[in-house]
């Protein structure tokens, strides 16, 4: 009776030991297959997906033209793609207008945006915003006038004081900061068919002062 009670005790534990491996080994495979659907969903990803992926860190950085690059090498683009270009190309078309100063067209071209991406958008309504500014805070039209006569009455002046009156001259304004005009000074050859620098020139109407900044 009791070989026959020692022999049950030894077929539960082994019975129990089979269960438990039989456990460790279904968890093991579980998550090894967890694993691998992961790592196979990350390997999925289509080329549009991919791309916006990559664009998206590339705006971050602000690294626009990088990111507009990388969305055009997909062949076949989805929506997404489509219009994260489409804004990416507006973006960038309105930082070109408004460092040339061409404040309308860089408005006109940060009205509205098509992709969801929220750092795009950050930056398109804040060039909006100072586009907007620079043209409302721009000159009249009689500021406008009032500044080319001034210019032009120190065209005459300098042009006096340095000998470059006659025909033969050309006096280019290249610019105007605080009071002092830069002008570039050629001189044209009897028949006017070849111009030639003179120099660069800083003046002050008010001093009356000359600085010759020619390179």
């Given amino acids: 009776m009791k ?12 019975l129990l ?3 438990m491996l039989v456990g460790c080994g279904h968890q093991a495979t579980t998550t090894s297959s967890s694993s691998s659907s992961s790592s196979s ?22 690294r626009y033209q990088t990111a507009l690059d990388r969305l055009n090498d ?3 683009p989805s929506q997404k793609v489509k219009d994260l270009k489409a804004d990416l190309r507006h973006y960038l078309r309105a930082q070109d207008a408004y460092s040339n100063q061409q404040y309308s067209q860089a408005a006109e071209s940060t009205k509205t945006t098509q992709s969801n991406n929220d ?12 586009a907007v500014q620079q043209q409302t805070g721009g000159p ?11 210019n032009d009455r120190a065209v005459i002046a300098f042009a006096n004081q340095m000998g470059f009156n006659d025909s033969h001259y050309q006096i280019i304004t290249q610019s105007h900061t605080n009071g002092v005009y ?23 109407p008010q001093t009356q002062n000359v600085s010759n900044v020619t390179d």
């Fill in 3 to 14: 070989k026959n009670s020692r022999r049950l005790a030894s077929g539960l534990a082994v």
């Fill in 17 to 19: 030991m089979g269960t």
């Fill in 41 to 62: 969903a990350n390997q999925e990803l289509s080329p549009s997906a991919k791309a916006i992926k990559d664009a998206k860190r590339f705006i971050k950085e602000g």
């Fill in 74 to 76: 997909v062949h076949s």
């Fill in 119 to 130: 750092t795009l958008q950050s930056a398109t309504k804040a060039l909006h915003a100072r």
């Fill in 140 to 150: 009249t039209q009689s500021q406008a006038a009032a500044n080319r006569s001034a």
């Fill in 182 to 204: 830069r002008y570039e000074v050629r001189q044209d050859n009897d028949d006017h068919t070849v111009s030639n620098l003179v120099g660069i020139f800083d003046y002050n």
